[in-house]
């Protein structure tokens, strides 16, 4: 699309599968294109569609889910939920005109390091093909703040 | 400009359906206790009032005015900007100000696609297919129209608002409350609450003041609700398949749809301390459905043709997509063209 695009993903990782394998991938000097932003939470269960949206809205142009294969959750079932989100956030980013490719889904166990690292690799070339997703969120959610006095009596009457 | 020293009441309508103005006036007696308290100097639904006299007013002469409706052109804007210069205390009030409500769905949709399905839809009569001219060269000199902006705002979204009161609309008895406390707080007999604060509604959720019961059962397939043969009294409607968003709403009507036997659809807004009322959603129906598999889950998913529909029914101009990008780009190139 544009040979000067870098994507920049931010990924969510477990801390006891996918998060690890991506430590594996480093110290076994797997290489990944370095436009991936790795955060790690305890389980995939903790990932708030919230997460995502704020990613896309905050200047990422994809963003990766990732966790233990389904029935290796440490917290024994919370990666189906995190699995239903995902899907969910899907449509809703499809029936928006948001290319649904824009997040992926990734089961990575600790040993998995190469396999994420090309899931990665993958992931960056196809956001690559998409483009840039243009952020366009100027608007303040709070309003800003303002110093209003508060009515008094006095005031009221004034 | 006060004749009686007391202080000055204004409400006002942009983008709205003049529900809000109707909740109001249906306070019944108290509606006595404004009058008695509060001068009220503008109120295009309610008493003759022209612009002018609100803009021949001092800054800040109006002590309460109550802002209804969404921000969908120019005229909505202009009026956002002026009450917001002549108040004391900007209420954004009802859902349409606060969070953009049915109107704001209109940001799945570019200008082009609204103007279609309005002047050429299935229900109007219009051969020749006529569009509104924002500007008309008349003999008498140039006509203006308020021109129509490609994306629906919120009134947080282009002036600063005291407060939120939530509600499609709101509930009469917490229009009474909030109309109390005002009145109390200029009387030196209470404080109001900081602002930014959400008023005249509770901070949980729908579900804590819902009776229904909930089993932690887990569902299969949604169903709508008039598709179904009989609804159990006293169980969760989100159990029986109905998707109910009583989860991610804002409490205070008291949970009226649940206990009145339909879903809560969400008129109150995201309850306090969530960002996005549909990624709290999406959060709260990824527990109730089945499946592990996806093709499973899309199963259940297929149930719900309106995802966005269903997740963002009065909160799509405030959430944090807003709107869809296409959507967005128009606004761009419209503010580039005209700033
Ligand atoms: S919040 Fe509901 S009742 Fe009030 S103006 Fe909007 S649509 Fe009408
Ligand atoms: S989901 Fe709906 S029916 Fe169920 S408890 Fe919550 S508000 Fe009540
Ligand atoms: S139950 Fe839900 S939709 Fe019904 S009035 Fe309350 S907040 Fe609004
Ligand atoms: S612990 Fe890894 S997904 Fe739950």
Known sequence: ??????????????????????????????????????????????????????????????????????????YLEQNYKTLRRYLMLRRVLTQMGIEPERIKLVWAS??????????????????????PFKSRYPLPLNPPEVAHVQPTAERGTA | MSVNGKPKFAMYWAASCGGCEIAVLNIHEKILDVDANFEVVFWPVAMDAKYKDVEAMPDEAITLTLFNGGIRNTENEAMAHLMRRKSKILVAFGSCACAGCIPGLANLSTREQIFEAVYEGVSTDNPTGIRPDFQWAAPEGNLHIPEFYPVLKTLDQVVAVDYYMPGCPPESHQIGAVVDLVIQALQGKATLPPTGSVIGAGTSTVCDECPRIRNVKTIQHFTRIQQLAAIDPNLCLLEQGIPCNGPATRSGCGALCPRAGAQCIGCYGSSDGTLDFGARLMTAFASVIEGKEPAEIERVLDTLPDPVGQFYRFSLAHSMLRAAPVVLEEEEQYATHHH
């Open chain 1, 1 to 74: 699309m544009n040979d000067t695009f870098e994507p920049v993903i931010i990924g969510f990782t477990c801390n006891w599968c996918s998060y690890r394998a991506a430590d594996l991938a480093g110290t076994a000097r797997v290489k990944y294109p370095p436009n991936i932003r790795l955060i790690r939470l305890m389980c995939s269960g903790r990932l708030d569609p919230t997460f995502v949206l704020k990613a896309l809205t905050s200047g990422a142009d994809g963003v990766l889910i990732t966790g233990c294969h389904p029935g290796e959750c440490h």
């Open chain 1, 110 to 131: 600790a040993a998995e390091g190469v396999k994420l690292a090309q899931e990665i690799t993958d992931m960056v070339e196809q956001i690559r093909a998409l483009g």
